[in-house]
């Protein structure tokens, strides 16, 4: 298991986004009575980091340093039983193409078919060269605002994924086509099948609606991300998308595709909701939504974990589930979801200060936890 703890909410600084910088690492399969979580900081002094733990039980670490307006993802890898993480290996062959500022766009990582690790990240940084017909009107330091929506802001949305041999990263590419418009967080799934998705929510063309009439796009690979066809709206129905809230995908090993993020409708329902496509290729359904009515926008986060192993009151909540967190005042929400995407236990308790909490529920040291999974 392998965690980032998460603050108590505020929009992120440079400063809060320093303390997201350690990880919370188990070192063990559950948390038996008299073992411990151990707080190791994050290699070379990297913000943001974001992790997964694939099959064998290798830690997959990225991470991000450099100026918080443009700076650079770096890799690093941890073998089962081992006390130190691989040496660094650049993500970006572009220099200074990541952002920081805001953490919401930071870069996401996945793990898909024989450990290979997928990298996406929005375009945003200081380093990078617009599109020829890029607006000028984007706003890098925090919120969104109304310039960008009508800007023609064409920043890319990068993605790259390990060589075949595992020594390097392969040149990035951006995954738009036409959909411009990134403002929030961007994610990637992979699965052990070879399909790669990256998600983002972008203004549909044409769009005069700001917020509302922003939407969920995917850009999906068959081939271990090689190549990627054009994006396509993951749903045609109007939920419009939170500009600067982040979002989460995961594909799961029977090929189902979630992707989790802040509705927009009417510009006052921000309803944190969860898109579910069954099988590659199945249209996706709104599954859930978490109500939430407010007008501005809360640059809220969202994370997930895929439980391996039964972990929660095993006659109720059995292998194969996953788990579901997101940033909502006054606190934070966990809501735990069957594989059909049928919602089961929900804790609603805030994240406090000082106190040990796993995805905002206070674990006691006697329930075991799968090791298998990460938030970020």
């Known amino acids: 298991m392998i965690a980032v703890p998460f603050p108590p909410y505020r929009p992120q600084t440079r400063s809060s986004a320093l303390h997201s910088a350690v990880l919370l690492l188990a070192l063990s399969s559950t948390l038996a009575a008299g073992q411990h979580v151990k707080l190791i900081a994050t290699p070379d002094d990297g913000i943001q980091p974001q992790a997964a733990v694939d099959s064998k039980g290798v830690v997959h670490l990225i991470y991000f340093k450099g100026d918080p307006k443009g700076g650079d993802i770096f890799y690093v890898h941890r073998e089962p039983m081992q006390k130190e993480f691989s040496k660094p290996l650049p993500v970006n062959s572009q220099p200074h193409t990541a952002m920081a500022m805001g953490t919401i766009r930071g870069a996401q990582l996945a793990v898909g078919k024989s450990g290979r690790v997928h990298v996406a990240w929005d375009g945003m940084g200081a380093g990078i060269s617009l599109h020829p017909h ?77 917020e509302a009439g922003r939407a969920v796009f995917v850009a999906g690979s068959i081939d271990e991300g090689k190549t990627f066809h054009r994006e396509t709206l993951a749903t045609s129905k109007s939920t419009g998308a939170c500009a600067c809230c982040g979002m989460r995908a995961l594909a799961d090993s029977s090929g189902a595709l979630y992707i989790l993020f802040r509705a ?23 599954a859930y939504a978490h109500e939430w009515k407010i007008t501005t926008c809360p640059m809220s986060s969202a994370s997930y974990l895929k439980h391996q192993q039964t972990f929660w009151r095993p006659r109720k909540h059995m292998a194969g589930s996953f788990s579901f967190e997101w940033t909502q005042r006054p606190g934070r929400r966990l809501r735990r979801f069957h594989q059909k995407g049928r919602p089961s236990i929900q804790w609603p308790w805030p994240i406090a200060r000082g106190k040990h909490f796993w995805c905002g529920l206070r674990v006691p040291q006697q329930i075991p936890i799968s090791d298998r999974g990460c938030f970020g």
């Open 264 to 286: 927009a409708g009417e510009k006052v329902n921000r309803d944190e909701t969860l898109l579910i496509s069954h099988k590659p290729g199945d249209p996706f359904e709104i």
């Open 134 to 210: 890029a607006g000028q009107g984007a706003d890098h330091t925090g919120h969104s605002r109304a310039t960008r929506e009508a800007s023609g802001d064409q920043h890319p949305l990068y993605y790259t994924r390990l060589n075949d041999a595992g020594t390097a990263f392969e040149p990035e590419r951006n995954v738009i086509t036409y959909a411009y418009g990134l403002d929030g967080g961007s994610s990637v799934a992979a699965d052990p099948l070879g399909n790669v998705y990256v998600t983002w929510h972008a203004p549909q063309p044409g769009n005069t609606n700001g």
